[in-house]
């Protein structure tokens, strides 16, 4: 699945500002389902970041690249998570804009 954030921010800003409130993710997203999650985020290169969220027996790796208008979200949706792709957009679009605000 892949979900685009537009922005008018430019990549340097968005980068600095993913940086600096990254640093919580797991407990952030602890917060958000409602239990233990684990989030690991490693950046590859300046413009890409890889993100693994594991909560529930289920583990939702990403990609997260970042273009001078837009961040991309590229989510790999597991199977038995189907029923739940709405779901999980709607929380990176939300969760997504208050990082990027």
């Known amino acids: 699945m892949r979900i685009a954030l537009p922005h008018s921010l430019g990549k340097d800003e968005v980068r600095t500002r993913l940086k600096s409130r990254l ?28 993100m693994t969220v594991s909560a529930m027996g289920f583990t939702i790796p990403s990609q997260v690249t ?17 029923f739940a792709r709405g779901m999980i957009e709607s929380m990176i679009r939300e969760k997504g804009e208050k990082l990027l605000a």
């Open 23 to 50: 640093g919580d993710a797991s407990g952030k997203a602890s917060e958000l389902i409602g239990g233990m999650a684990q989030v690991e985020t490693q950046w590859i290169d300046d413009d890409h970041l890889t």
């Open 66 to 82: 970042l273009e001078e208008s837009q961040v991309l979200f590229d989510v790999e949706v597991p199977a038995g998570l189907g």
